[in-house]
């Protein structure tokens, strides 16, 4: 089982600033790594798959990127809307599918 | 527009069981590989068992193996997790999700709202 670990488990960040998150893979992924954003009482919503590529209506501030184990979520100029607990997940190597324990970004 | 509807949480004994329903709409069902992704209270998600398009294949998370069974019917829409022997750690909110992607790699392109189980007694 491929384990995934995000770092930090909470970052704070001022509204207008770049936030990065980051995610770590026990083994290679390659490049089959999604991001979700969950906002509380809400289901997870996909933001990028392939590491790199938005998914329908993401906006151009959200970013994936690396391969292998080495991955980062980059949220430039940070929205009200954005504060949320961001996961990744690996899905190169399943069952089972894994996800990351999250990242909590809120507001500084 | 692509809509998945959770219904048949509530609260349960341990050792009780359970059906879960994902009425699909707004996509061809059949043809996508589904699955159901688990959250406990507070904690982040954990993915519980897949059904494959076409043939049907499933797979299941070492946690549920040999007491959830997932199955679907292409003529209504629905996918259903049935749960057996629910234990104290089953209790979360359930998702169910849709597959996208190719070649076997698949990522979740869209949730359910998910449907809470309180297994306690």
């Known amino acids: 089982e491929i384990v995934m670990t995000q770092s930090p488990a909470t970052l704070s960040v001022s509204p207008g600033e770049r936030a990065t998150l980051s995610c770590r893979a026990s083994?290679?992924?390659?490049?089959?790594l999604a991001w979700y954003q969950q906002k509380p009482g809400q289901a997870p919503r996909l933001l990028i798959y392939g590491a790199s590529t938005r998914a329908t209506g993401i906006p151009a501030r959200f970013s994936g990127s690396g391969s292998g184990t080495e991955f980062t979520l980059t949220i430039s100029s940070l929205q009200s809307e954005d504060f949320a607990v961001y996961y990744c997940q690996q899905y190169y190597s399943w069952p089972p599918y894994t996800f990351g324990q999250g990242t909590k970004l809120e507001i500084k | 527009e692509m809509q998945l509807l959770v219904s048949g949480g509530g609260l349960v004994q341990p050792g009780g069981s359970l059906r879960l329903s994902c009425a699909a709409s707004?996509?061809?069902?059949?043809?996508?590989?589904m699955s159901w992704v688990r959250q406990a209270p507070g904690k982040g998600l954990e993915w519980v068992s897949v059904i494959g398009a076409g043939d049907d294949s499933t797979y299941y998370a070492d946690s549920v193996k040999g007491r959830f069974t997932i199955s679907r019917d292409t003529s209504t829409n629905t996918l259903y997790l049935q749960m057996n022997s629910l234990r104290a750690e089953d209790t979360a909110v359930y998702y169910c999700?849709?597959?996208?992607?190719?070649?076997?790699?698949?990522?979740?392109?869209?949730w359910g709202q998910g449907t809470l189980v309180t297994v306690s007694s």
């Open positions: 083994q290679s992924v390659i490049s089959y």
């Open positions: 707004g996509f061809t069902f059949s043809t996508y590989d």
């Open positions: 999700a849709k597959e996208e992607g190719s070649f076997g790699y698949y990522y979740f392109d869209y």
